[in-house]
Every structure is written in C-alpha cells, then in structure tokens.
C-alpha cells in the first residue's frame, strides 16, 4: 500500500513556475514507477509525465515537453514535477500517481494503482 500527498500547488501569472512534490509513504515507494497527471473542470484526466523506478526514463505528454520535468529522490519519498513557462491552459487539479510496474512510464491512468488527492494550479493570463 502506497499513500501519496501533493503539494505545491498554488496561482500563479502566464509564464512563471510552480514545484509540485509528492510525498510517499511505505517503504516500497523506489519500486514504483510514478507519475502526474491533471483534470481541468469539464475535462478528462489527462497525462502529464511519468517516471521509471530509479528515474531513467521519463516520458511527457506533447503539452509540456520542454517546460515541465519530472524528477524523484527514493531517498526522501519524494517525486517532483517542475513546471516552468506555464499557460492559463495548465490550470487544473494535478495528481500524482504510483504503478507497480516500476518499469513503466504509462500514459494511460488506468494502469497506475494509487492516487493522491490532488493540488490545484491556476495560472493567470
């Protein structure tokens, strides 16, 4: 079992940056492979990026390639999202999620098995 927390979230003006972290808890945390999505209103659950294991692979939806970079540190439980250049259209309740398949960058938030609560980003134009 896996206990995720985020937070990080926050308003912010077009073209500045947030840090997003989540924090896990258990000791199986650098087993799995984690990774962020975000839901605006009205909207679907869309990826964000995705993390393997021991940070080797990174994958990024087309959106914010280039602006945003996911990271982890097993040592602290943690996995970062920096989000840089942001545009009104990030505005959305980000949530981190955790897949045993540590491997695994997965797009599709079907094949992750926990989920925090999600923090809220608003970006202002």
């Known amino acids: 079992q896996v206990q995720l927390v985020e937070s990080g979230g926050g308003l912010v003006q077009a073209g500045g940056s947030l840090r997003l972290s989540c924090a896990a808890s258990?000791?199986?945390?650098?087993?799995?492979?984690m990774g962020w999505f975000r839901q605006a209103p009205g909207k679907e659950r869309e990826f964000v990026a995705a993390i393997t294991w021991n940070g080797g692979t990174m994958n990024y939806a087309d959106s914010v390639k280039g602006r945003f970079t996911i990271s982890r540190d097993n040592a602290k439980n943690t996995v970062y999202l920096q989000m840089n250049s942001l545009k009104p259209e990030d505005t959305a309740v980000y949530y981190c999620?955790?897949?045993?398949?540590?491997?695994?960058?997965?797009?599709?938030?079907?094949?992750?098995?926990?989920w925090g609560q999600g923090t809220q980003v608003t970006v202002s134009s």
């Open positions: 258990g000791r199986t945390f650098s087993s799995y492979a």
């Open positions: 999620a955790a897949s045993r398949a540590g491997g695994s960058t997965w797009s599709s938030h079907r094949l992750y098995d926990y």
